[in-house]
Structure formats: C-alpha cells, structure tokens
Nanobody
C-alpha cells in the first residue's frame, strides 16, 4: 500500500518560484512511477509531470515544460515539484500521484491509483 502526504503550496506573486513536496509512505520500490497533476476551478485534472522512481526518466506537460522540474530523493522517499516563473494561470490544486511501473508516465489521471490530499497553489498578479 502507498500513502502520499503533500506539503508546500500557498499564495505567491506572479514570477515567483515554489516547491511542492510529497512524502511517500509504505511501499517504495523500483516498480513505482510518480507524477504531479493539477486541477484549476471548473477544469479537468491536468497532467503536469511524471518520473520513474528508480531510473529518473521524466515527462512534462506542454504548459510547464522548461519551467517546472520533477525530482525525487530516494533516501528520503520524497517527490518534489519545483515551479519557476509562475504566472496566474498556474493557480490550481496540485496533487502527487503514484502507480506501478506499468503506468509508464501516463498523462491520464485514471491510470494513477494512489493520490495525495492535494495542496493549493495561488498565484496573484
């Protein structure tokens, strides 16, 4: 079983940088892949980034490429999302997710079985 606990988030001004964290409790092994999604009010949950837990292969959504970086600390069982140069359009609730290796960095939210509780990121102009 995998339990994800998120931290970070909050209110920042446009252009700022912010890092989200996700603690992974329970089974963490080479068979898992990890991801970040976000959901703005009235919008579908959107893929942000994903990576393999063991190999570090990454994938990014088009809207965040070049601005966001997904990373993990295996020793600490932590997943991170560093967000740079935030515009107001990045305002959303951000979720970390985990799945088996077969999920294969999927951009589809339904492919991911384990979710964090979500954390609000608000970017003000």
């Amino acid at each position: 079983q995998v339990h994800l606990v998120q931290s970070g988030g909050g209110l920042v001004q446009a252009g700022a940088r912010l890092t989200l964290s996700c603690a992974i409790n329970g089974r963490t092994s080479a068979t898992y892949t990890m991801a970040w999604f976000r959901q703005a009010p009235g919008q579908e949950r959107e893929f942000v980034a994903a990576m393999t837990w063991s190999g570090g292969t990454t994938r990014y959504g088009d809207s965040v490429k070049g601005r966001f970086t997904i990373s993990r600390d295996i020793a600490k069982s932590m997943l991170y999302l560093q967000m740079n140069n935030l515009p107001t359009e990045d305002t959303a609730v951000y979720y970390c997710a985990a799945g088996a290796l077969a999920v294969s960095l999927s951009t589809a939210k339904d492919a991911w079985p384990h979710w964090g509780q979500g954390t609000q990121v608000t970017v003000s102009s």
